[in-house]
């Protein structure tokens, strides 16, 4: 039994959105998806995708996407993304209910695997804008943006110790995070949600959000405080889910 995650599938079965403009990774990676996933996950694992399941801009727009997803192998849990229209926050039980059986909607609560804790929220960095020099160096950026950003980053905090709360009420201590947006901006060394990480010990965190080669260095990769940090946007892995445990 293994725990697998990948993200931003960005499908628009119904939204006729194509991402191919993007480059050549994103050529028919509705079949990489497929392919992939049929060839590395059995029944008994588990597949977190972390966020950007569907274009669709409410659930009847939807409902192919998650079709798709919901005819992968595996057990299926889905973390809210930016462009995940479809799923508001406090509509998450609505969810869980509807799909009861099929995808479990990881939000303000948490999902065991073996003996951890698997908790996740949406997350925020602050990405800008910026404000370069001739030779591209950060000089400057928009402080009431990073002001407001700031706001969101707390509401985010907040959703995810709700989880962390939950997991532990119920005596969990091994725990890993998932987020869809990266725990740190580019300004970043650390941020709330890495302290956040650390003050529970979390073995793993996991976020996605970041695309095309320029940006797949924006945050944390690799072993960081006794952490180890994924990144599992699509085109990053080509669509080829990571193995986490």
């Not at 919901?70 to 039980?93: Q, S, Y």
């Amino acid at each position: 039994m293994a725990l697998y995650a990948i993200g931003d599938f960005h499908l628009s079965f119904q939204a006729d959105k194509s991402m191919d403009k993007f480059g050549r990774v994103w050529k028919n990676h509705e079949k990489k998806i497929k392919n992939n996933c049929s060839r590395l996950i059995r029944p008994e694992d588990t597949l977190v995708i972390t966020g950007d399941h569907s274009w669709g801009k409410n659930l009847e727009e939807c409902r192919e996407d998650l079709a798709f997803i919901e005819a992968l192998p595996g057990n299926k849990i889905l973390l809210r993304g930016n462009h995940d229209m479809f799923w508001d926050a406090k509509k998450t039980e609505r969810l869980n209910r509807e799909y009861q059986g099929r995808l479990s909607f990881l939000q303000n609560n948490y999902y065991a695997y073996k003996d951890y804790a698997l908790v996740g929220t949406k997350g925020y960095t602050f990405e800008g804008p910026f404000y370069l020099d001739r030779r591209g160096r950060i000089i400057g950026w928009d402080e009431k943006m990073e002001a407001h950003a700031k706001k969101l980053v707390d509401r985010e905090i907040a959703r995810l110790q709700q989880s962390f709360d939950a997991a532990t009420a119920d005596g969990y201590e091994k725990f890993i995070l998932f987020l869809h947006y990266p725990p740190t901006s580019i300004l970043e060394k650390e941020s709330a949600f890495t302290r956040l990480a650390e003050q529970y010990h979390a073995e793993h965190v996991v976020y996605s959000h970041c695309h095309g080669e320029s940006r797949f260095h924006d945050s944390i990769l690799g072993t960081y405080h006794g952490i180890s940090y994924h990144l599992v946007s699509g085109d990053f892995l080509n669509f080829r889910p990571e193995r986490i445990l």
